[in-house]
């Protein structure tokens, strides 16, 4: 049978040469999955679920999203010819929303959405012979099998010790976990933030389960008290010797801005995360300074603006040339003509 893709996977590790420097590692480098076609790491999971309701002959799919999730599965459904329902967190950033309009799934805009939601949409699915998409191996083992070739690509793309996993309900976690395989010797890190770390905290033993009562943190897309599958996500660092790492919502966003200013790269605030949770590591003594880690860098920051929607607003005037040559001039970065 036909397979549906979209050009998904095969992205690059790229070096942050400046992350490195600020942080004092030799090397730190990031696994570009906002490379994707839709912008995220999501493309690899609705591939692999579109062809498996190809392969079950569903009359189409049903899901949740907090957004990246809602655009991979509308764009590979649309390709397949398959319709689409959506329930999407009502709180989505509007960036990640009117991604997944163009595709024509139906949106349904859900003011809750954890497990008892998601074990409630399986039935539905079920009873009106869709496939399930939802983005845990608790619900879609065969849609996150496609995210298990991120850590397949990484063991051939470097001698990483460790890899930092922006991580909400564990599954991406699990995936690059199984896909590096057993005999990889990298440390799995699981980096959450503050406000909804219910994994970090079951594995430092703060609590008996991975879940939370309530989540205070605004980082889209890692906002989930009870991670379907916390408990596997749990397992797979402790066998591999790694950890849980957990910083605030503003080192995330503060390494956001470096890695776009410095690096050249923008990405989603759960992307900064496992950075801003590396550099958190590397400070506080847990990540040795011979260490050569990997981030797992998940979505483009176009999907999510909202930091930066005043700083977009029009300016109150317009500048001549003479007004250009003053502020060259006068200029913080000092710009000169060149001597060359």
């Not at 991580?167 to 896909?179: E, I, P, S, Y």
């Not at 260490?291 to 920051?301: D, E, K, N, W, Y």
Request: charge should be negative; hydrophobic fraction near 40%; proline fraction near 6%.
């Amino acid at each position: 049978m036909p397979t549906v893709s979209l050009g998904e996977g095969n992205t690059p590790v790229i070096s942050l040469t400046r992350v490195a420097q600020s942080i004092g590692l030799d090397e730190v480098f990031g696994k570009a999955e906002w490379m994707n076609p839709t912008g995220s790491y999501k493309d690899r999971i609705a591939a692999a679920t579109i062809n498996d309701a190809i392969r079950r002959s569903r009359r189409g799919w049903i899901g949740t999203s907090s957004g990246n999730g809602g655009a991979s599965m509308s764009a590979y459904g649309a390709k397949a010819g398959l319709p689409g329902y959506l329930c999407i967190a009502a709180d989505a950033p509007a960036e990640k929303v009117r991604s997944i309009i163009p595709y024509g799934a139906t949106l349904l805009p859900m003011s809750e959405l954890g497990i008892k939601e998601m074990d409630a949409i399986g039935e539905l699915a079920d009873e009106f012979d869709l496939k399930l998409s939802v983005t845990a191996y608790r619900y879609n083992a065969e849609g996150m099998s496609g995210a298990e070739a991120i850590g397949a690509e990484l063991r051939g793309q470097g001698d990483f010790t460790h890899v930092y996993v922006p991580t909400g309900g564990g599954g991406l976690l699990v995936a690059v976990a199984r896909g590096m395989g057993a005999s990889s010797s990298a440390r799995i890190v699981c980096a959450q933030p503050e406000g909804c770390s219910p994994i970090v905290r079951f594995l430092d033993q703060e609590i008996e389960a991975p879940y939370v009562d309530k989540c205070t943190s605004k980082i889209s897309g890692l906002q989930l008290p009870a991670p379907p599958d916390g408990e596997l996500a749990a397992a797979a660092v402790v066998e591999s010797h790694g950890w849980g790492s957990s910083v605030s919502d503003e080192e995330t966003w503060a390494m956001q801005d470096f890695l776009s200013t410095k690096e050249g790269i923008f990405v989603e605030p759960a992307s900064a995360l496992a950075v801003a949770a590396m550099a958190s590591d590397v400070k506080n003594g847990r990540l040795p300074t011979s260490a050569r880690p990997v981030a797992i860098l998940t979505g483009s920051g176009l999907k999510d603006l909202r930091r930066f929607t005043s700083s977009a607003s029009p300016t109150e005037r317009t500048f001549t040339m003479d007004d250009l040559r003053r502020r060259l001039q006068t200029s913080d970065a000092n710009v000169s003509p060149s001597t060359r």
